[in-house]
């Protein structure tokens, strides 16, 4: 009989946990899409958002894993048709279109901002989000080359460097703004368990 009720409650401290995760998976897939519609457009079709902070804070918060979960329930939403995507645009033709690439790098932003709980160090986590910055602009640079069949550093001109000082601001401003929220959370965490 003690070994049951053990029992029980280690499967509700994981039920728990687990439900915990999916809301903030669940939460912060929708701060992304809220995020993504702050949207300029811009004359070339590439549009400045404020994805870039959205993401960024995912990973900064979530970790890895629960942050790449995030960023895949947005492109599956965005993929299946919803209107997720920055200016209300869903479906495939997002994906695969001008700005797509960019969609793409966000799995690399997030996966390189959640690893910033394996490494101490304000500078090297920001570090780490300023790379997984640049390595989504380079796959956002790429499709848009490819699909407007614009050379690379006209590309490049057009939809990655004007962009950069206003990224690399967001990857700074989500890594403190992640700080606070992870103390809150945290904080509301013990009050409730």
């Not at 029992?7 to 701060?31: D, G, P, V």
């Not at 997030?110 to 790379?131: D, E, P, R, S």
């Amino acid at each position: 009989m003690k070994n049951e009720s053990i029992n029980t409650k280690l499967i509700t401290q994981k039920s728990k946990i687990s439900l915990r995760e999916l809301m903030y998976t669940a939460l912060f897939s929708s701060i992304i899409v809220i995020l993504s519609q702050i949207a300029i457009p811009m004359p070339f079709g590439v549009p400045i958002t404020l994805q870039t902070l959205a993401i960024a804070l995912c990973g900064y918060v979530l970790g890895v894993k629960y942050g790449l979960f995030s960023i895949i329930v947005y492109i599956l939403l965005g993929a299946v048709g919803l209107p997720v995507f920055a200016n209300f645009k869903g479906g495939f033709q997002a994906i695969f279109g001008m700005t797509g690439g960019f969609i793409w790098g966000f799995i690399i932003l997030v996966t390189l901002c959640g690893l910033h709980f394996k490494i101490k160090g304000k500078i090297a986590a920001i570090l780490l989000g300023v790379l997984g910055l640049l390595l989504c602009h380079l796959l956002g640079v790429l499709q848009f080359s490819i699909v407007t069949s614009t050379p690379i550093a006209q590309s490049l001109l057009l939809v990655s460097i004007p962009f950069l000082p206003k990224d690399i601001f967001s990857i700074i401003a989500a890594y403190f703004l992640a700080l606070v929220l992870r103390k809150r959370l945290l904080d509301a965490e013990k009050e409730y368990y």
